[in-house]
């Protein structure tokens, strides 16, 4: 997920989607079917490590290859595993220290990934809604705590329902965007 993630970074849903699915087609012994449609496994960290960044670049990650590469080579799965248990506060700290994963990422991989309903991620569109509704702006960080205090201990769920909300309502009256 910290992977996906980090693909993901200032893309459409299409293009993280490509990406994902050229990086798991990058190892063919991956391949199983489901009926007659061939699907790809997501890499193993070992198979990851194995790609160089030249190899991320021919897969068009652009500026995210340098990331992807330094993270696959540095992250120790077990100490990232052990921070399931830690604060949000903690799993913030541990993901944010590697290049390219900020608070956006960070905050996504510890609600969907380890269940810390207290993350906020914020996007552009949450954004847009704390700055129409509450009045706020600031950096990911400030709207993150800011959150985090407006809607309590579960303002995971409620940052779900806000950004189908905003992103729905923007595309039914307004003509949408990504």
Not at 101 to 112: E, Q, S, T
Request: glycine residues 8%.
């Amino acid at each position: 997920m910290l992977v996906e993630y980090l693909l993901s970074t200032q893309s459409s849903i299409p293009t993280i989607r490509r990406r994902v699915e050229e990086l798991s087609s990058y190892f063919p012994e991956n391949r199983v079917f489901i009926g007659d449609e061939p699907l790809y496994l997501f890499p193993t960290p070992e198979q990851l490590n194995q790609i160089d960044e030249a190899s991320f670049q021919k897969m068009k990650f652009g500026y995210r290859s340098k990331w992807l590469k330094e993270l696959v080579s540095t992250i120790r799965l077990n100490e990232f595993m052990q921070i399931k248990n830690l604060s949000l506060q903690h799993k913030i700290r541990y993901m944010t220290q590697f290049n390219g994963i900020g608070y956006k990422v960070a905050n996504c991989v510890a609600l969907f990934g380890f269940s810390s309903f207290d993350a906020f991620p914020v996007d552009v569109w949450i954004s847009r809604f704390l700055e129409e509704f509450f009045g706020i702006t600031g950096n990911a960080e400030k709207l993150m705590y800011t959150g985090q205090e407006i809607f309590g201990k579960n303002c995971g769920y409620i940052q779900e329902y806000i950004f189908f909300y905003i992103r729905n309502r923007n595309r039914s009256f307004k003509g949408g965007g990504n």
